[in-house]
RNA sequence: GGGCCGCUAGCUCAAUUGGCAGAGCAACUGACUCUUAAUCAGUAGGUUACAGGUUCGAUUCCUGUGCGGCUCACCA
């Protein structure tokens, strides 16, 4: 049994007002001639016309204002599309009508009210209400305040503003905040756009498990969960690489795959512990063919949300023209800090050449670890303009080819916006010899380090030996794209319902 | 996991040095036939997150717990 606040009872006490009245606050059927957007621009279009047929509507929606003014009433609705406000007076419906409208009704509730559309003495489109009836009765008061209509825009006044009730009551957060709801209209459409992009390139969209004998792909820890009747235990993916390169194998030349991953890692305003993910493999293309492909598809996106090729993420206008600016790892470390990580072919020796840093480290970390960490040190904070990094350390990249030059150096981008990292890429390793011996190397970086096994794929390993055709693979954070689109500055902004402690 | 900060009415926020816990909106009662943050008059609304301590007296100071925020760490 909840306990219900005082405003609560007294909504309870309506909702028992109308049934004793015979009066279903809840009732099945529903009807609606017009959206509210429909309607208004229904009334627009003949509006100054004197022959036209006046505009007779029932609309629906959620009261969001009310104006009692004795005889006559107003208030604003709320449905998908729009707010339109009803005119009841007492000349037209009866004083009874009026008042059980003032009475009985609470912000919040729904509403199904038909008339004819008019414009006001003050200018609004309106809906002149000639019958109304009850669809449901909200018992808790929406955590809203109050707000206005001023030239078409709602103006809140104190609405709903503590996260942590925003996250938790998300429902409540998406009813009262139109710009919450806008976030989520964004990211349906940035994947939608994506999608639109990829199969217009010949992509073939796919599924792949989520629940996996044995997770890899990428350097996380993974979730464990069971299977009762196989008595297997089963890891939540932490990447779909190595399925979607096994559909190579199979024949597919260009797949991909949106969907959730699963990280049992730290949260911070860029991550959290499951995440969505794009990745596309793409046979017969290498990595600059990938950062091509990644110029355009992410121009597409930009421009099919903001209608231009420009965005503006925390006070930075960021460009999404093409070509964007390709940065080498080594150069752009060089011009940092000025070390030339090629001069350092030991961790020992780049160990000695980090001497100085303000930057804390790991004196014992690998040398890729190293590098890795100076590039997010000193490097992604200031790649606001989206850029392309290149050339990576091989001992990071266990899935990525060599550089024909340089056995220590992979082809390998990862790319960045507004100063994260949004994705990954590489010219794929499809040398099963090579990338056997990769997976052992790990192996043994793994235990050096006393830390957890690694499992090796061996399916994968054997698909890889039937033959897998050269190609270029990449992915990217989902999430953190649409943060941009949205200008938010956290992930659980953009995610619908973020993970919180129980309470 | 560490550090810092926060938690007061349904919502947004006040409360002087430790001295009767307040406002706006929402709610309730009444007035009002073109309002739109409607207006006007009145009423009610609190275990100050929770548990303990110091004190004549704690929203305020101290300790612990819970939840949240920021940040650091972790994160091929």
């Not at 009803?86 to 009866?94: E, K, P, S, T």
């Not at 996250?167 to 806008?182: F, G, H, I, S």
């Not at 850029?387 to 899935?399: A, C, E, G, N, V």
């Not at 390998?412 to 507004?418: A, N, S, T």
Request: glycine letters at 6%.
């Amino acid at each position: 049994m909840p306990e219900y606040s005082n405003l609560e009872k007294v909504r309870l006490e309506k909702i028992e007002a109308l049934q004793a009245q015979g009066i279903n606050p809840y009732p099945r059927r529903v009807e609606r001639t017009h959206t509210n957007l429909e309607a208004i621009q229904a009334f627009e279009e003949i509006e100054g016309d004197d022959n036209a047929e006046p505009i007779l509507a029932t609309l629906v929606g959620r009261v969001r204002s009310m104006r009692p003014m004795g005889k006559i009433t107003f208030a604003h609705i709320e449905d998908g599309t729009s707010r339109v406000q009803l005119f009841f007076r007492a000349n037209d419906i009866g004083i009874k009508q009026v008042k059980f409208f003032d009475n009985k009704f609470d912000l919040g509730d729904f509403i199904q009210a038909s008339g004819k559309m008019f414009r006001t003495r003050t200018g609004e489109v309106t809906l002149w209400v000639s019958s109304y009836r009850m669809l449901s009765k909200a018992v808790t008061p929406l955590p809203a305040a109050k707000d206005e209509v001023v030239d078409g825009e709602v103006v809140q006044h104190a609405t709903l503003a503590d996260p942590e009730t925003r996250y938790r009551q998300r429902y409540a957060d998406l009813a009262v905040n139109a710009d919450v709801r806008e976030v989520f209209r964004v990211r349906s459409k940035t994947i939608r756009a994506l999608q639109d992009f990829l199969d217009g390139q010949g992509f073939l969209e796919v599924e792949t498990p989520i629940l996996q004998p044995i997770y890899g792909g990428a350097a996380a820890q993974p979730f464990v969960t069971h299977h009762n009747q196989l008595e297997q235990d089963l890891y939540l993916r932490i990447s779909f690489e190595l399925y979607l390169k096994r559909l190579l194998v199979g024949g597919f030349e260009r797949v991909y795959e949106i969907g959730r991953d699963f990280r049992n890692e730290g949260v911070s305003f860029k991550h959290n512990p499951e995440f969505t993910q794009i990745e596309f493999y793409m046979a017969y293309a290498d990595y600059e063919d990938v950062m091509d492909l990644t110029e355009a598809m992410l121009a597409h996106v930009v421009e099919t949300i903001m209608c231009e090729r420009v965005l503006t993420y925390q006070g930075e206008k960021i460009n999404f023209e093409i070509p964007w600016k390709r940065v080498e790892l080594r150069q752009g470390l060089i011009d940092a800090i000025g070390i030339d990580i090629t001069e350092h072919p030991t961790s020992e020796s780049l160990v000695e050449a980090m001497d100085g840093l303000e930057m804390e480290f790991n004196p014992n970390a690998s040398r890729g670890k190293l590098i890795d960490d100076l590039l997010g040190h000193y490097l992604e904070p200031n790649f606001i303009q989206p850029t392309f990094l290149y050339d990576y350390p091989r001992d990071i990249s266990p899935l990525a080819k060599t550089k024909p030059s340089d056995e220590k150096t992979v082809e390998r981008f990862e790319f960045f916006i507004g100063g994260m990292e949004m994705g990954n890429a590489f010219t794929e390793l499809n040398d099963p010899i090579d990338q056997e011996e990769r997976f052992l190397e790990m192996g043994r970086a793994y235990d050096s380090a006393d830390d957890e096994y690694h499992p090796i794929d061996e399916d994968y390993l054997r698909a890889m030996r039937y033959g897998m055709p050269p190609n270029g693979g990449f992915g990217m954070g989902v999430d953190r794209l649409v943060m941009l689109l949205t200008d938010k500055r956290t992930i659980r902004e953009v995610l619908l319902f973020p993970p919180l402690r129980e309470r």
